[in-house]
């Protein structure tokens, strides 16, 4: 799916800033057919729940509505007209005027309404959105609803982090000419120093399409002609962690001898490849530096915000961070383009996080029914999933910083049923891109003698919480579990392997000398316990800490005002723990992890 942006076909108009607000129990039936009657404002792109002071707004079950008048440019008399939402989280209800146009369930991957027959160029129409929060285990992420002790309806959900509902993402009106580029993928490859660039695209209508692969500098590298082909570029300059280099694809279609549309596509050479135990960017192996991150910070949510975007990427290059997971969903466009031009590599995850009900059981992961059933992840859950997979690709392919699609977070693998979920998914992944690697988030019940369905996948992705869930405060444990746990993967299957997830609660300012859970030097020693394991093996192939940063949660009685297992808080500043960090990453003392550099 193409984003919308400016070139001499199409024009756009941001919609972001503040709009009407109200939640549907305070609104009269049909809210939409008139201007809402609320004193509320809302800002866009951000999420509801902590714009307002009211818990009845923050903890909503329902539909809320977002309204706002939005004039047509008079130019688009002959263009199509349509609405791109970057994200409703979860499920959306687009009128315009008094009508129903376009409705979308999933809430982190875009969606258009096409808006043409509904609107007139130079005149003015009321966009209503309504926009639900609500999660049943036949979305995903799932979730269920139920009635409290005192009567009221409460969202209940299956991961860890805060059910942020809205429109969090950016908002436009943009124009399409009636024969148009609908969709291009790229694929990239090179031998020696030959780079190959092969595009397909997409079309309704028009008689030719015309590609030109400018470099970095404007000047075209290679040309060529038809709907699909693969262009040559002598003396590439590839793609590399850490020195992004993007080349410009210029698509133009053609009627006759007139250029009907153009679009233009950022593109970087790069290949991924599994080979044995090792990760191959470029035929080089690659190692994992960085974090499970969260798309939160205070007020907004998870709104998208750029001041966030650029600060939390100059902390992932102070600290020598070269990749990062999109935990638990997929992020903004923007958070991928920004990594695709400063080459830090993205482990792209979809939203299906809570498909275990091992986790309600607690520690001893004992699922009080089966994750993999009717009352749960059924047939409609596994169409959901499938669904967003389906977008999740279709947004995120022609990436070069996307290297690995992570098809969920800690799914109950080491059940019956998980294969038979499973394995129609990886086999549409695959199909709808065969070059990336697919992998999956491992549960700490999933162990390398009872997971079901490893072998579909192409890495091992752990997430392992020894000394902070098990053997808690005792590192001399945790390293014994460990290092036991990552043999019996490397026995069991020859892939890659890595940790997605690691890490400790710590408040900020609590200090201890002895190896106290929750403060900051526990945090220290309990990354380093874990590097100390992780250098023992040379099939091992990267560390991802959890979290990037302290993040908003569920009012859980294990919480204390969210997660802190952040190596930033959650106003981005540094836990001593950062240091540290740093000083590994960035091969400060001495050797690189994964490398032989000094
Ligand atoms: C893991 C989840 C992650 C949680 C983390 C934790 O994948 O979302 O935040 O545990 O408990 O199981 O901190």
Same mark, same amino acid.
């Given at each position: ?33 008139? $201007? ?16 307002? @002071? ?12 977002? $309204? ?313 859950? $596994? ?55 697919? @992998? ?11 997971? $079901? ?23 001399? @444990? ?121």
């Amino acid at each position: 799916m193409l984003k919308p942006i400016a070139t001499a076909t199409r024009e756009l108009v941001n919609l972001d800033g503040v709009w009407r607000f109200a939640i549907d129990s305070r609104l009269p039936e049909s809210p939409w057919t008139a $201007q809402l009657d609320t004193p509320l404002e809302a800002a866009v792109p951000a999420s509801y729940n902590d714009l307002f @002071t009211d818990p009845e707004i923050r903890n909503h079950v329902g539909w809320v509505y977002y $309204q706002r008048p939005v004039r047509v440019p008079r130019g688009w008399t002959d263009d199509r007209v349509l609405l791109r939402f970057g994200a409703a989280t979860h499920a959306a209800r687009v009128y315009v005027d008094d009508r129903l146009i376009g409705e979308h369930i999933g809430g982190y991957t875009p969606f258009d309404v096409d808006v043409t027959e509904h609107v007139t160029a130079g005149a003015e129409f009321r966009l209503t959105v309504a926009v639900s929060g609500d999660l049943s285990n036949e979305t995903v992420p799932p979730g269920k609803i139920e009635v409290t002790g005192a009567g009221r309806r409460k969202q209940v959900y299956y991961h860890d982090f805060y059910n942020y509902a809205g429109l969090a993402r950016s908002v436009w009106l943009h124009s399409l000419p009636q024969v148009a580029i609908d969709d291009i993928v790229v694929t990239t490859g090179h031998v020696g120093t030959v780079g190959s660039v092969h595009y397909v695209t997409h079309t309704t209508g028009g008689d030719e399409v015309r590609v030109r692969l400018r470099d970095a500098r404007g000047v075209i590298v290679a040309e060529g002609s038809g709907r699909e082909g693969t262009l040559e570029v002598q003396d590439v300059t590839l793609w590399k962690p850490g020195a992004a280099y993007l080349y410009d694809l210029e698509i133009e279609l053609l009627t006759g001898a007139a250029v009907v549309d153009t679009y233009a596509l950022p593109v970087g050479v790069r290949t991924v490849e599994v080979r044995g135990y090792e990760f191959l960017i470029n035929g080089e192996p690659f190692y994992f530096t960085g974090f499970g991150k969260h798309e939160d910070t205070p007020v907004r949510g998870k709104g998208h915000d750029n001041a966030y975007l650029v600060h939390d990427f100059q902390l992932l290059e102070w600290i020598g961070a070269n990749s990062f997971r999109t935990s638990h969903y997929p992020y903004a466009e923007e958070v991928l383009e920004f990594a695709d031009r400063h080459g830090i590599v993205v482990i792209d995850e979809t939203a299906a996080v809570g498909l275990n009900m091992g986790v309600v059981g607690g520690l001893a992961g004992k699922p009080p029914f089966p994750t993999f059933s009717e009352q749960y992840a059924n047939d409609r859950t $596994q169409g959901a999933h499938a669904q967003h997979l389906r977008e999740l690709i279709e947004r995120d392919r022609n990436h070069p910083s996307v290297v690995m699609w992570c098809i969920a977070n800690e799914p109950a693998s080491n059940e019956d049923g998980a294969r038979e979920y499973f394995e129609p998914l990886v086999n549409l992944a695959r199909e709808l891109d065969p070059t990336r690697p697919l @992998t999956y988030a491992v549960v700490l019940f999933a162990t390398f003698t009872n997971d $079901q369905i490893i072998d579909l996948f192409d890495v091992v992705s752990l997430n392992r919480y020894y000394g902070w869930y098990v053997a808690g405060g005792d590192l001399e @444990t945790a390293r014994e579990y460990l290092a036991r746990d990552l043999q019996g993967w490397i026995d069991r299957v020859e892939k890659p392997i890595m940790m997605t997830e690691y890490g400790a609660d710590t408040e900020p300012g609590v200090h201890s000398v002895w190896d106290k859970v929750w403060t900051e030097e526990y945090q220290t020693a309990f990354l380093e316990a874990h590097h100390e394991v992780f250098d023992r093996f040379p099939q091992f192939v990267g560390e991802q800490v959890w979290n990037f940063a302290d993040f908003a949660t569920d009012n859980g009685l294990h919480r204390v005002d969210g997660n802190k297992k952040g190596i930033f808080t959650r106003d981005r500043k540094p836990k001593s723990a950062a240091t540290s960090l740093r000083r590994r990453w960035r091969g400060l003392d001495g050797r690189k992890p994964g490398t032989t550099e000094h």
